[in-house]
């Protein structure tokens, strides 16, 4: 299964030409022979434009996503449109939310080559540290996975990558593949290769992780985008300039690690 990653400049608030490159971008993975393609953390927004958050939050089914979806389609490959600002209260008309979750949502949708919806992730850990997105945004619950290209796909994003337990709880529903799209900043370069990679091998699986490229004042987005295999080889990054990342993953490799390396199954409770 051929893997591409969209690090994409994102500018803040101009969802217009954010979401153009990120269209740009499926097409030139298609080209590129790629079966999936993993777009940043907050593409259409970015993730440090707070003001803009409440002002361009929409349903999942609404018209962001919907042009993300026409270009899978029309390209014939996988998306995940990971992530957007999702107004809960509009999914729930659409009936893709409950009543009782309410607000906005960090949210990534998993789109097959034919457009379709196939999983919503809303983030479950969100950011503190002088961040306002503790006290915009609602956290996510559930964490479901897909099966694509011989792949159990799981998906986390950005600062998720802290918190081992999550990683632990898709080990337990049978994840091989782990995507986590992030908008990752400056001056955390360390922190982000660390995690990257910690997550890979210790969990024995893939991940991929695509960080946008930015800047917004304060803050900018490193990059550094990176597909790493169970062993904790990286297999394929980026700098810090906009990119697309790609790799060949192979599904038997995740089971013939856990085989060879079987620490997984020495796991107490």
Known sequence: MRLALAQLEVEPGAVRANVGRAVAAIEDAAAAGADLVVLPEMFTVGYFAFDAYARTAQSIEGETVGRVADAAREHGIAVLAGSVVEDLAASAADGLATPAEEGYANASV????????????????????????????????????????????????????????????????????????????YPRVEHWRLFTRTRAVENLW?????????????????????????????????????????????????????????????RRE
């Open 110 to 185: 998993f789109l097959d080559a034919s457009g379709d919806r196939r999983a919503v992730y809303r983030k479950h850990h969100l950011f503190g540290y002088g961040s306002a997105e503790q006290d915009l945004l609602t956290a996510g619950e559930r964490l479901p996975t897909v099966e694509f290209g011989g792949f159990t796909v799981g998906v986390t994003t950005c600062y998720d990558l802290r918190f081992p337990e999550l990683y632990r709880d898709l080990v337990a529903a049978g994840a091989t593949l782990v995507l986590v799209p992030s908008a990752w900043p």
């Open 206 to 266: 893939y991940l991929a992780a695509t960080n946008g490229v930015g800047d917004f004042g304060a803050d900018a987005l490193l990059g550094r985008s990176a597909v790493v295999d169970p062993w904790g080889t990286t297999l394929a990054a980026a700098g810090d300039d906009p990119a697309l990342v790609t790799a060949d993953l192979e599904p038997g490799r995740v089971e013939a690690v856990r085989e060879e390396f079987p620490a997984l199954a020495d």
